[in-house]
């Protein structure tokens, strides 16, 4: 069962604005502003990052379950989420923890 603040919650909600306007955003091309807020807003950006730096603490599969949500609906969008989070394990799995930590 889901909350109002569990990610899977907040991320169909998101995937749910999205799919309102996707296909018209798609076609007209441009930046999706709106929505980048939007996910910003949402604090879903801090999913993988650890309880202790301030994240949520999702794991990799959690996070590939959000992106797989978005992409249902707006691939833009899930290609934006997922490229963050992928951003944030590449420096934790090629650098040194006090490059990362802080």
């Known amino acids: 069962m889901t909350t109002p603040h569990d990610p899977v ?3 169909r909600r ?3 604005d999205w799919a309102s306007t996707a296909a018209e955003r798609d076609e007209r091309g441009g930046t999706p502003k709106r929505e980048r807020d939007a996910l910003r807003d949402s604090g879903l950006l801090t999913l993988s990052i650890p309880c202790e730096f301030g994240g949520l603490g ?3 599969s959690d996070t590939l379950n959000i992106v797989r949500e978005f992409a249902k609906v707006d ?3 899930a290609h934006v989420f997922g490229f963050q989070h992928l951003m944030l394990a590449t420096v934790r799995l090629f650098s ?5 930590q802080p």
Request: net charge neutral; charged share 10%; aromatic share 12%.
């Open 9 to 11: 919650h907040v991320a």
């Open 14 to 16: 998101l995937a749910a």
């Open 58 to 60: 999702a794991s990799w």
């Open 75 to 77: 691939s833009s969008m």
């Open 96 to 100: 040194r923890p006090d490059q990362w």
